[in-house]
């Protein structure tokens, strides 16, 4: 399963983003899609994650600027980034993880997209 992100970019403090990521492939089902990221010289952290039911859970320093969801039908994620900080430049990155069907059995996998940059001047 490959997942392709966009929407990443350069913006002001206190303004907005919002980023995609669109999960491609035959015959999978994908259980919980997530967002991560990364600042320079940081490890990866969790910004917040959905179920294929609509659970979610978001990072202390995110909630509440960030919203994330959605589409099982298209098997995209969005993350709605408000209000941004500098604090929030940092590389997202999508993951996804579920199961795919190849040679007459499932399988579970866990992808990664290649990573988005988001650059937040103060």
């Known amino acids: 399963v490959q997942l392709a992100e966009s929407g990443g970019g350069l913006v002001q403090a206190g303004g907005s983003l919002r980023l995609s990521c669109a999960a491609s492939?035959?015959?999978?089902?994908?259980?919980?899609m997530g967002w991560y990221r990364q600042a320079p010289g940081k490890q990866r952290e969790l910004v917040a994650t959905?179920?294929?039911?609509?659970?979610?859970t978001y990072a202390d320093s995110v909630a509440g600027r960030f919203t994330i969801s959605r589409d099982n039908a298209e098997n995209t994620l969005y993350l709605q980034m408000n209000s941004l900080e500098p604090e929030d430049t940092a590389v997202y990155y999508c993951?996804?993880?579920?199961?795919?069907?190849?040679?007459?059995?499932?399988?579970?996998?866990?992808?990664w997209g290649q990573g988005t940059q988001v650059t937040v001047s103060s």
């Open positions: 993951n996804a993880d579920g199961t795919y069907y190849k040679n007459t059995y499932w399988s579970d996998f866990s992808s």
């Open positions: 492939g035959n015959l999978f089902y994908i259980n919980t």
């Open positions: 959905v179920t294929s039911s609509g659970r979610t």
